[in-house]
């Protein structure tokens, strides 16, 4: 009878195969991320407005170079950001032999991604000479900020050596003596990764931080040389091989005005090490890739960079240049944030429809992708009018003057709830590291830290960009004059821009003026930032070729951001859910489609 009967025996790979299949349609309940895709070809707003910035020449050839590193950033370098970020540099304080020969070990994957940007792409030279990415000439700072935007998306904490590479070649080439410039130059502007030196700055020191006139590192003359004695407490890049940082000679004042600036080289002229040591590394909450270290100087080689009675002069530079490019990463990490929070909203499925339809969603939606906008114009602003002050424009040098900490202060301080935010769009999933959600939360609070605090730049925008420079006036006659310019826009909208823009130079007028000014340096700052990139968005979307949502969301700055409301009473929104429905459509739209909305 046993030999009658039939045995039923499960397959196994058929069980197998059905596992896989119920994991996979499992799967389809996680929304997707970036991962994958080209950050320049999705980036309308970017490639819409480069144009309108860059010449047409300069946009043809470099063109392929943005699709690249587009590509690179959704890809490539996301993936190697990705390990990076989870295997932080190590410091080792001696050799097997006992010798203080300190070094830092880095992952591979850190060390791949500074051969995509010092190597492949020449962040370091490529606005400073010829040869990088084809271009003849150095390129514009337009060209470069969009570079380091579309960088940044896939990876922060290498922008702080690039662009401190960068600024230090800026200072070198513009303060240092001959002899200086032709040790150093050469090497910090090589396009062999194998002989590059890297740069970086050193100026914070347990007594001196915002209150830079307090650094206790010394200076001693020694022949041709200085030696250094002191500690600096906050050092990122440590290792490079050049560091520009302020100490005071023996025997100068107090204060800012006895500090002179100084080069120190990692390793001597005949390869002996520096004497100074990286005494240990930060454990940081953010920017886990790079290192940033405490170092002690014992006596360390160091050459004299422009006048011992200018250091701080001098080093500011350095500083509003990092500023700047502090402004950049923010917007690009908004527009990374942005990014993943549309994928994400789009895909997801709560309740039977995706989670994009939702009002609330929407809202929060719209949120984060005010402040990325904005954040992008004035960008391409502040870049473009560089270009203009380098070519010796007094006007633009004093638009710069201003922009450069409004953008700093106001898009570093936006990117945390950005990033909080497009978190809360993934929900669960975005809290756990395996997403970069978190990362970029982490990453979002550096900008508000790094080169002067929030109150630091607010009152440098009011008490000096305002109150001692007169640096609003220049902003005004660039902004009066895009209004003028957006002739297609309604006139009672283009009267409204305008007048939130005269009440906010006013405001900052009389806030620097006040005696007791400090308690409003924030409120104005914000109140200039916003105006003026509200005026830039609607002349923006009102040109040819762009797409006139940027009206849209200059409207949401004016009704949300410039215009007293009650917070309690019933809010009239019919244009602004009309607004938002063609937003997050995700079409292109022109004048005529928005100008009902905009004078609603």
């Known amino acids: 009878m046993h030999g009658n009967q039939t045995h039923h025996q499960t397959d196994p790979a058929r069980t197998t195969r059905s596992s896989d299949a119920a994991h996979a349609d499992a799967a389809r309940h996680v929304a997707p991320d970036c991962a994958g895709l080209n950050f320049y070809e999705i980036d309308g707003g970017v490639r819409d407005l480069l144009p309108l910035y860059l010449s047409r020449e300069d946009h043809r050839r470099l063109e392929p170079h943005f699709q690249r590193l587009g590509a690179l950033a959704g890809g490539r370098l996301d993936q190697l950001a990705r390990v990076a970020d989870k295997h932080p540099p190590v410091l080792h304080a001696r050799d097997r032999f006992g010798r203080d020969e300190d070094w830092i070990d880095y992952h591979p994957a850190y060390r791949d991604m500074e051969t995509i940007a010092f190597g492949d792409f020449q962040f370091h030279a490529m606005s400073h000479r010829g040869g990088v990415l084809g271009m003849d000439a150095p390129l514009p700072a337009v060209a470069k900020y969009v570079f380091q935007y579309l960088f940044v998306q896939a990876e922060f904490g290498l922008m702080c050596p690039i662009s401190v590479t960068d600024t230090s070649i800026h200072l070198i080439r513009k303060f240092a003596s001959a002899e200086l410039k032709d040790y150093l130059l050469p090497l910090m502007l090589s396009s062999d990764i194998a002989t590059l030196w890297k740069g970086t700055q050193f100026m914070t020191e347990r007594a001196g931080g915002s209150d830079v006139g307090a650094i206790e590192t010394v200076a001693t003359r020694d022949g041709d040389v200085w030696r250094l004695t002191g500690d600096k407490w906050f050092c990122s890049h440590t290792d490079a091989d050049v560091a520009l940082l302020l100490a005071r000679p023996e025997g100068a004042p107090a204060g800012t005005r006895g500090l002179a600036l100084f080069a120190l080289p990692r390793r001597l002229k005949d390869g002996r090490r520096n004497s100074y040591r990286i005494v240990r590394l930060k454990d940081k909450l953010g920017t886990r890739s790079m290192a940033s270290g405490e170092i002690r100087l014992e006596g360390a080689v160091a050459y004299l960079v422009g006048e011992p009675d200018r250091g701080l002069k001098q080093m500011m530079e350095q500083v509003n240049l990092s500023r700047l490019s502090h402004g950049v990463r923010a917007a690009a990490m908004m527009r990374r944030c942005v990014n993943e929070a549309l994928t994400c909203a789009r895909e997801r499925v709560a309740f039977g429809q995706p989670v994009v339809a939702y009002p609330l969603l929407r809202r929060q939606l719209m949120k984060l992708m005010v402040p990325t906008e904005q954040a992008l114009s004035m960008v391409m602003l502040a870049a473009s ?163 006139a949502r940027r009206a849209l969301f200059a409207r949401f700055v004016l009704e949300h951001r410039l215009t007293s409301r009650d917070p309690l009473a019933p809010a009239d929104a019919a244009w602004e859910q009309e607004a938002i429905e063609i937003v997050l459509a995700d079409r292109r739209v022109s004048v005529a489609e928005v100008s009902g909305l905009l004078d609603a």
């Open 385 to 547: 009018t560089m270009d203009a002050a380098n070519a010796g424009s007094v006007q633009a040098q004093d638009v710069v003057r201003i922009l450069t900490p409004l953008l700093k202060f106001r898009a570093c301080r936006d990117n945390i709830p950005v990033a909080t935010g497009a978190m809360e769009v993934r929900g669960g999933n975005g809290y756990i590291e395996e997403w970069v959600h978190a990362r970029l939360v982490r990453d979002a609070h550096i900008g508000v830290l790094w080169e002067g605090t929030s109150n630091i730049n607010a009152l440098d925008i009011i008490s000096r960009a305002v109150g001692k420079s007169g640096a609003h006036k220049a902003l005004t006659i660039v902004m009066k004059a895009r209004l003028d310019d957006a002739k297609s826009l309604p006139p009672d909208f283009r009267r409204r821009l305008g007048l939130a823009f005269d009440r906010a130079i006013a405001f900052a007028e009389r806030v620097a003026a006040e005696s007791q000014s400090e308690a409003a340096a924030r409120l104005a700052a914000s109140a200039l930032y916003h105006a003026t990139s509200a005026v830039l968005l609607a002349w923006e979307g009102s040109q040819p070729g762009v797409d």
